[in-house]
């Protein structure tokens, strides 16, 4: 059965309460959704795996990715969709290395939106819509900025795409912009 995005974003209620968590979800989805156009595949199918790919952190944190896959199990989600969720922990939580191009994907962008959130709530304007590649390299290279953020992840997860940094951090930029309200990064722009 191929869930559909209302099914997913029922799920992830389900299982959070934490609006940073929702939002944080929603942020993620937002980006794959970007990368999935920009690579010509699924955009529906890779915005619920983006949505969905910390179903259990908020009840389970020390569970994670191993009682999402026996959640999305339950449900009978498709092992391509799991499979791609529990990858984005490998090395973490999970020995699960990502191999496709969408398991690649979530798991280089999903510690990058955690620090672009956070150098937009540090914003005057407290937007995405404004953010520059350049102000997101400089948060970037200071350690201390959004240090829960791992940034070796980001890096092994754009070595295995093969793609330039800064196209990989422009194209999150955008693919957040596309989505802003939606993701909470509207600001008051």
């Known amino acids: 059965m191929k869930p559909t995005r209302e099914e997913a974003l029922e799920l992830l209620l389900e299982y959070n309460e934490s609006e940073a968590l929702i939002q944080h979800a929603k942020q993620v989805e937002a980006a794959m959704m970007h990368f999935a156009s920009y690579f010509g595949e699924d ?17 389970y944190p020390e569970e994670h990715c191993i009682k999402t896959k026996e959640i999305l199990e339950e449900n009978n989600w498709p092992e391509e969709y ?13 020995d699960v290395k990502p191999e496709s191009l969408m398991e690649k994907t979530l798991y280089t962008i999903d510690e990058l939106t955690g620090i672009i959130n956070a150098a937009c709530l540090l914003r005057p304007s407290k937007s995405v819509l404004d953010l520059k590649l350049k102000s997101l390299n400089k948060k970037f290279k200071d350690k201390k900025f959004a240090a829960g953020c791992d940034r070796d992840i980001i890096l092994n997860g754009i070595d295995m795409l093969e793609i330039d940094k800064n196209i990989i951090f422009e194209e999150t930029i955008k693919g957040l912009q596309e989505r802003a309200e939606e993701c909470g990064l509207k600001g008051n722009l």
């Not at 955009?43 to 009840?59: M, N």
Request: aromatic share 10%; hydrophobic share 40%; charged share 25%.
């Open 82 to 94: 799991i499979r791609a969720i529990i990858s984005h922990g490998w090395d973490s939580c999970v």
């Open 43 to 59: 955009v529906e199918k890779w915005g619920i795996v983006g949505l969905c790919h910390d179903l259990d952190y908020e009840k």
